[in-house]
T-cell receptor, first 114, second 113 residues
Framework: ETGVTQTPRHLVMGMTNKKSLKCEQH?????MYWYKQSAKKPLELMFV???????ENNSVPSRFSPECPNSSHLFLHLHTLQPEDSALYLC?????????????FGPGTRLTVL | DQQVKQNSPSLSVQEGRISILNCDYTNSMFDYFLWYKKYPAEGPTFLIS?????DKNEDGRFTVFLNKSAKHLSLHIVPSQPGDSAVYFCAASLYTGGFKTIFGAGTRLFVKA
């Protein structure tokens, strides 16, 4: 595997379900991110982990719970979601401290909440 | 309040001509600007960037221009090719204990053969 991978690619869940999204980066980066992309809206930053510590939480509802067990893995735990949470969830990674700000994205998980 | 705005949701250009994608921002503290390209069913991929201390950066067919006084940047693609058809996201970044990157809503580019 290379780059940033995300599983599952598609997920349909009911409002009472609990599910988790997984992201893995194979680039040796030290920062990872969760973004939400709704139709015709900008990518919304949800969470940032730098050196496995959460440094940013953009007022995301508590029904979204991130977990970063190590620098290569990032999870987004989902519970009691709402239909408006249906969106594309993108994971990204970057190497902080080397000047560039570019992030490397995974293909995303298309989430549908019924 | 959107800090990064791409006011054109779509743009159609003939193959071989120049594509110009525009982006405006509001926060003068941004120190780095980036363009990403996204194909359907894929995540965004980094295309080109520019530091706030520069006004132009060129990479092959892609050139980014930054006008700090107007808080405006643009991406020029010349010549445009059908494979350039994608959604282009403008992004602005600053360091706040970690890189915080704000994205625009994207502009869908259609390059007609």
């Amino acid at each position: 595997e290379t780059g940033v991978t995300q599983t599952p690619r598609h997920l349909v869940m009911g409002m009472t379900n609990k599910k988790s999204l997984k992201c893995e980066q194979h680039l040796g980066h030290n920062a990872m991110y969760w973004y939400k992309q709704s139709a015709k809206k900008p990518l919304e930053l949800m969470f940032v982990y730098s050196l496995e510590e959460r440094v940013e939480n953009n007022s995301v509802p508590s029904r979204f719970s991130p977990e970063c067990p190590n620098s290569s893995h990032l999870f987004l735990h989902l519970h009691t979601l709402q239909p408006e949470d249906s969106a594309l969830y993108l994971c990204a990674s970057s190497q902080e401290g080397q000047g560039g700000h570019e992030q490397f994205f995974g293909p995303g998980t298309r989430l549908t909440v019924l | 309040d959107q800090q990064v705005k791409q006011n054109s949701p779509s743009l159609s250009v003939q193959e071989g001509r120049i594509s110009i994608l525009n982006c405006d921002y509001t926060n003068s503290m941004f120190d780095y600007f980036l363009w990403y390209k996204k194909y359907p069913a894929e995540g965004p991929t980094f295309l080109i960037s520019i530091s706030s201390i520069k006004d132009k950066n060129e990479d092959g067919r892609f050139t980014v221009f930054l006008n700090k006084s107007a808080k405006h940047l643009s991406l020029h693609i010349v010549p445009s090719q059908p494979g350039d058809s994608a959604v282009y996201f403008c992004a602005a970044s600053l360091y706040t204990g970690g890189f915080k990157t704000i994205f625009g809503a994207g502009t869908r580019l259609f390059v007609k053969a």
